[in-house]
């Protein structure tokens, strides 16, 4: 696994709001879509972008915690013997809390661009609802489908590290320390994997946002340009006032 991945991808998305923010500066108040003056739709937009910026850097940092927790399972298992209810609570928790806030990343994204659809009739933005709404099911499913095997369901329980707590404990009792251990240690790589997923999409995003902005301000300038240009050609067809010649007075009382 690239431990760079997430920072490489984070740069992309960090870069491509600020590409979209100076997009829009220059812009903004000019009355048209980019500006305040005009339609709000980039507007919506970018403060989308903004907000995905927030959320790449939050899951930047579940990532940075399931790569220790994976370096800490990963030295549980070659000491099995050695593992202490303490530790197994601390990772458990920490798998979940991972967990949690991913699934509900997602999930804020897929809603986010459900809206947008709505209210723009966006295409592009429904696209990318459903991928994130598809990206939330899978990472639900990572762990049902763990359940499932020991005959359980998610909905049996109040939270994930309540799941995850049970699923170690019936692994231990049945296979011992270190099957239950290498269980923990598959759904946080799979976890893992799928916050790497969560980055690709939300910088795709980021980026055909920042696209369609660079487009639409070209445009709106283009507009700008032209009304300018029509403004100095009326300017220059008005007729200039001339002075009437001075009246002739000679012989006017005859």
Known sequence: MDHQKPNKRGTLARS??????????????????AGTGGSTEVTQIMNNLQLVQSYEQQVNAYLRQGLQLQSELKHLIANPTSVLGQ??????????????GGQSIGYNLAQIDKNFASMFKSPQAMTFSKAFTSWHKTSTDTLEGTL????????QYQS???????????????????????TLSQINVRQIQQLESLQELMA???????????????KDQKMIDINVAGDDKDKRSVPQVTSAPAPKWKDFWK
Not at 16 to 33: D, I
Not at 87 to 100: A, K, L, S, T
């Open 204 to 218: 795709a995003q980021a980026s055909a946002s920042a696209t369609y902005m660079a487009a639409q301000t070209a």
């Open 148 to 155: 499932k095997a020991i005959g359980a369901t998610r909905d």
């Open 87 to 100: 530790d197994v609570g601390n990772m458990i928790n920490g798998i979940g809390r991972i967990m949690n």
């Open 16 to 33: 491509l709001v600020l590409a979209a923010v100076s997009l829009t500066a220059g812009h903004a108040g000019a009355g048209t879509v």
């Open 160 to 182: 994930n590290q309540d799941a995850l707590t049970d699923l170690y404990n019936r692994s231990q009792a049945s296979q011992g320390n270190l099957q239950a251990l290498q």
